[in-house]
């Protein structure tokens, strides 16, 4: 089993440009959470989603969008990538809410 | 506004010495969950131990164990024996898991070292 996988590891973007984050998962979990990790400020949520077809705002919501068309698969996308958006982003799973999140890898966000 | 507070940035330890981190927290919920996150050099977050408020007997998981005083606040976790393997980033989590399912805030992070 892979467990919980991010699409890509590494990604240097212009500002202003476009791109989406993959994250997939094998364990059938139907809770799935974009965090991103900025350096002293720990982990915040971005947005989540409780099933297929569902998803919600978290708590630094702004300059992103999330679809979860699949049960597997949450993708976060940025539309109009920022400086501000550099960061470290994870995606977490979980079979009960946040009892016990499983976290992939994480993707490495530069913005130029 | 419910808070983590981890008020030591960084700190070391002698191998197969016991070391102990601070996190406080600020709730009025009187239901939730309370978490320590490993992340070592290389970026994975691992769950390493998890307490219930509401029961009142700490959580230990081999040489991991917390001390959790509700009325304080307070969830320290305290790491026996320590090895070079422990050298990591320690985040402590608070979830209000009864009233909100989807929230988990994390403190700022420790920087642990183990000196051989």
């Known amino acids: 089993n892979a467990g919980v996988t991010q699409t890509p590891k590494f990604r240097v973007l212009k500002t202003g440009q476009s791109m989406t984050l993959l994250c997939a998962q094998d364990?059938?979990?139907?809770?799935m959470y974009w965090y991103r990790q900025d350096p002293g400020m720990g982990l915040r949520l971005i947005h989540y989603s409780v099933g297929e077809g569902t998803t919600a705002k978290g708590e630094v919501p702004d300059g992103y969008n999330v679809s979860r068309l699949k049960k597997q698969n949450f993708l976060l996308g940025l539309e109009s990538a920022a400086p501000s958006q550099t960061s470290v982003y994870f995606c977490?799973?979980?079979?009960?809410?946040?009892?016990?999140?499983?976290f992939g890898p994480g993707t490495r966000l530069t913005v130029t | 506004a419910q808070t983590v507070t981890q008020s030591q940035p960084e700190m070391s330890v002698q191998e197969a010495e016991t070391v102990t981190l601070s996190c406080t927290y600020d709730t009025s919920e009187s239901d939730y969950y309370l978490f320590w996150y490993k992340q070592p050099p290389s970026r994975q977050m691992i769950l390493v131990i998890r307490q219930e408020a509401y029961k009142q007997q700490n959580a230990t998981e081999n040489r991991f164990s917390v001390n959790f005083q509700k009325a304080a606040k307070s969830f320290s976790l305290k790491i026996s024996d320590s090895q070079l393997g422990d050298a990591a980033m320690y985040f402590c989590?608070?979830?209000?898991?009864?009233?909100?399912?989807?929230?988990?805030?994390f403190g700022p992070g420790t920087s642990l070292s183990v000196i051989p």
């Open positions: 989590a608070y979830s209000p898991w009864v009233t909100s399912y989807d929230k988990v805030i």
């Open positions: 977490a799973t979980g079979l009960a809410g946040p009892y016990e999140q499983y």
């Open positions: 364990m059938n979990h139907e809770y």
